[in-house]
């Protein structure tokens, strides 16, 4: 019996002993540190998170103060944001410790409120003046760094200086004009035997639509005002970027005909017999079916150019297919055999084929959100 009660006394201190390494040899200590505080939350006198806190602690603490001397030696102005994420870190450390009695007496955690006060301070600061520095570039990126600067300044120390005017004014030197031009067709249906029907309604559908649904010169969702050639000039406008739209392989063919048969059948009621008993029949037809049909495609290519350096800015191109077909149909054979869609077909006297501008304006639909888009897309940030 003893050397029993000797036996599950000394598993019990391996099993303790083991708990307490589990702690101390985690990877991730941060969390170790929190799961030790939280089970001295529940249970003030675990003897396994008693013996780890102190330890856990300091080596936690350490590792934080460790990359933040680290940090302060960089020179990128990003270094504040991982300052202050590290002095936040050790700032919940010491909250959380100290709001749990059963922590708070085993170790003496640091307050960090001041560091981090500082390091805000700092940042804000130097997040400011280089802003400044920046907005005098005549660079729109180096105007777009300054109002991501001075916003930075602005979120460390709410209020600093005039961070926020100054951040209206980076994003107005930020802001470009945008000249969108008319869609240039130089594809195979502005050359065709088709005409040049829909060619008009590219112009209004590309140019003038999109700068209206950007916002025009009043667009204020993005940083940029959108203008025809023409009212750049009337508004004595410089344009920053020139926006391109050429047609290109836009080809309607005229459709192809495939004529094929299909046999159908039906049961119908032929009389009854001499008990009275229904008698059924089989009844035969053909449809002779005629179809005709096509596939209609395009493609628009769009180059975003920047006027002063000729640099380009984007180029894409964007496609779309657009698909008609239509039968109608005669038949032999016995009409009682004919469903109601068969008689569709046969009732079909004509095709609706559609307008080559029905057809331009399919694929223009499936096109220009992709375009308006891929405007929307360069000139934000």
Same mark, same amino acid.
């Given at each position: 019996?003893?050397?029993?009660?000797?036996?599950?006394?000394?598993?019990?201190?391996?099993?303790?002993?083991?708990?307490?390494?589990?702690?101390?040899?985690? +990877?991730?200590?941060?969390?170790?540190?929190?799961?030790?505080?939280?089970?001295?939350?529940?249970?003030?006198?675990?003897?396994?998170?008693?013996?780890?806190?102190?330890?856990?602690?300091?080596?936690?603490?350490?590792?934080?103060?460790?990359?933040?001397?680290?940090?302060?030696?960089?020179?990128?102005?990003? %270094?504040?944001?991982?300052?202050?994420?590290?002095?936040?870190?050790?700032?919940?450390?010491?909250?959380?410790?100290? *709001?749990?009695?059963?922590?708070?007496?085993?170790?003496?955690?640091?307050?960090?409120?001041?560091?981090?006060?500082?390091?805000?301070?700092?940042?804000?600061?130097?997040?400011?003046?280089?802003?400044?520095?920046?907005?005098?570039?005549?660079?729109?990126?180096?105007?777009?760094?300054?109002?991501?600067?001075?916003? =930075?300044? +602005?979120?460390?120390?709410?209020?600093?200086?005039?961070?926020?005017?100054?951040?209206?004014?980076?994003?107005?030197?930020?802001?470009?004009?945008?000249?969108? *031009?008319?869609?240039?067709?130089?594809?195979?249906?502005?050359?065709?035997?088709? +005409?040049?029907?829909?060619?008009?309604?590219?112009?209004?559908?590309?140019?003038?639509?999109?700068?209206?649904?950007?916002?025009?010169?009043?667009?204020?969702?993005?940083?940029? =005002?959108?203008?025809?050639?023409?009212?750049?000039? %009337?508004?004595?406008?410089?344009?920053?970027?020139?926006?391109?739209?050429?047609?290109?392989?836009?080809?309607?063919?005229?459709?192809?005909?495939?004529?094929?048969?299909?046999?159908?059948?039906?049961?119908?009621?032929?009389?009854?017999?001499?008990? +009275?008993?229904?008698?059924?029949?089989?009844?035969?037809?053909?449809?002779?079916?005629?179809?005709?049909?096509?596939?209609?495609?395009?493609?628009?290519?769009?180059?975003?150019?920047?006027?002063?350096?000729?640099?380009?800015?984007?180029?894409?191109?964007?496609?779309?297919?657009?698909?008609?077909?239509?039968?109608?149909?005669?038949?032999?054979?016995?009409?009682?055999?004919?469903?109601? *869609?068969?008689?569709?077909?046969?009732?079909?006297?004509?095709?609706?084929?559609? %307008?080559?501008?029905?057809?331009?304006?399919?694929?223009?639909?499936?096109?220009?959100?992709?375009?308006?888009?891929?405007?929307?897309?360069?000139?934000?940030?």
């Amino acid at each position: 019996m003893k050397r029993l009660l000797l036996i599950t006394a000394t598993l019990f201190l391996l099993s303790s002993c083991k708990t307490s390494k589990d702690y101390l040899s985690r +990877g991730d200590e941060d969390k170790t540190l929190f799961d030790i505080v939280k089970k001295l939350g529940k249970h003030s006198n675990d003897e396994d998170a008693v013996n780890a806190l102190p330890e856990v602690y300091a080596r936690v603490q350490q590792n934080h103060l460790k990359k933040i001397n680290t940090y302060k030696t960089y020179k990128e102005i990003s %270094r504040w944001d991982k300052i202050i994420e590290e002095y936040s870190t050790l700032q919940r450390m010491y909250e959380t410790v100290s *709001n749990t009695d059963g922590a708070n007496r085993l170790v003496n955690a640091v307050n960090y409120q001041n560091d981090i006060y500082d390091a805000k301070q700092n940042a804000a600061a130097d997040y400011y003046e280089q802003a400044v520095t920046l907005l005098q570039s005549n660079y729109r990126d180096d105007a777009k760094k300054a109002y991501s600067y001075f916003k =930075k300044a +602005g979120n460390w120390v709410p209020g600093y200086k005039d961070a926020k005017s100054k951040m209206d004014e980076a994003y107005l030197n930020a802001t470009i004009n945008v000249v969108i *031009n008319p869609v240039q067709d130089n594809s195979f249906f502005f050359n065709s035997g088709w +005409g040049n029907t829909g060619y008009n309604y590219s112009n209004e559908y590309f140019q003038q639509t999109l700068i209206r649904e950007l916002g025009g010169k009043y667009a204020s969702r993005y940083p940029a =005002k959108f203008y025809t050639e023409w009212e750049a000039r %009337r508004d004595n406008v410089q344009p920053d970027w020139v926006v391109d739209l050429t047609l290109r392989n836009m080809n309607i063919p005229r459709p192809t005909t495939y004529n094929y048969s299909r046999n159908v059948n039906k049961q119908i009621e032929a009389g009854k017999d001499s008990s +009275g008993k229904t008698i059924y029949k089989t009844v035969y037809a053909t449809l002779n079916i005629s179809k005709q049909s096509f596939t209609a495609r395009g493609q628009m290519d769009v180059n975003i150019t920047d006027v002063t350096s000729r640099n380009n800015i984007s180029y894409n191109t964007y496609s779309a297919d657009y698909r008609w077909e239509e039968e109608n149909a005669t038949y032999t054979g016995d009409s009682r055999a004919l469903n109601n *869609n068969d008689w569709a077909l046969v009732n079909n006297k004509r095709y609706n084929e559609p %307008r080559k501008e029905d057809v331009l304006n399919e694929l223009y639909r499936k096109i220009y959100p992709q375009v308006k888009n891929r405007i929307s897309y360069a000139v934000d940030w």
